[in-house]
Structure formats: structure tokens, C-alpha cells
Nanobody, 126 residues
């Protein structure tokens, strides 16, 4: 069983920056795909960024491409999401997710993920 704990959310003005962190309770090695999802009120949960198990391949939602960066630190079992140029449409609860994955590619569908964090709120408003 893997527990994921997110942190780093908060309130920021448009154009601002936040970095989300997600720490795993167990060793997350290069056989786990990881991703960041978000869910805004009244909307479906969507993947915003995903990382292949070895960290060599990434995927970004079109609306965050060029503004968000997903990365991970294997020794500390930590996943990051650097979010720049935030706008009100980015307001949501953000979740990190992990799953044992045999493919070399990333996973972008929520049903592909086995472990989830509790979420951290990101609010972008002036």
C-alpha cells in the first residue's frame, strides 16, 4: 500500500506561481507511472500532467503546456508540479496519483491509477 500526501496548494493572484509536492510513503521506483490531476467544482477530474515510470516521457494537458512542469525525485519519493503563469481557470483541487506500470509510456486516465493523494486546493483569483 502506498500513501501519497500533497502539499503546496494555496491562494495566488493571476500570473502567480505555485509548486506542488507529493510525497509517497513507500519507495516509488522507476516502475511506477505518476501524474497530477485536478478537479474544479462541477467538473470532471482531469489529468494535467503525467510522467512515465523512468521519468523520460511527459504529457501535459494543452491548457497547461508551457506553464506547468512535472518532475520527480526518486531518492525522496517525491513528485512535483511547478505551476507558472497561473490563471483563474487553474483553480481546482489538485491530486497526485501513482500506479505500478509495465509500459514505458505515461498514463493519463484516472482509471489507470491505483494510488491517490487526498488533494490540495489551488485558488487563483485577484
Amino acid at each position: 500500500q502506498v500513501q501519497l500526501v500533497e502539499s503546496g496548494g494555496g491562494f495566488v493572484q493571476p500570473g502567480g506561481t505555485l509548486r506542488l509536492s507529493c510525497v509517497a510513503s513507500a519507495r516509488i521506483d522507476n516502475k511506477y507511472a505518476m501524474g497530477w490531476f485536478r478537479q474544479a467544482p462541477g467538473k470532471r477530474r482531469e489529468c494535467v500532467a503525467a510522467l512515465s515510470p523512468t521519468g523520460t516521457r511527459t504529457w501535459y494537458r494543452d491548457s497547461v503546456e508551457g506553464r506547468f512542469t512535472i518532475s520527480r525525485d526518486y531518492p525522496t519519493n517525491t513528485l512535483y508540479l511547478q505551476m507558472n503563469s497561473l490563471n483563474p481557470d487553474d483553480t481546482a483541487v489538485y491530486y497526485c496519483a501513482a500506479t505500478p506500470y509495465t509500459e514505458k509510456n505515461y498514463a493519463t486516465a484516472d482509471w489507470e491509477y491505483e494510488y491517490w493523494g487526498q488533494g490540495t486546493q489551488v485558488t487563483v483569483s485577484s
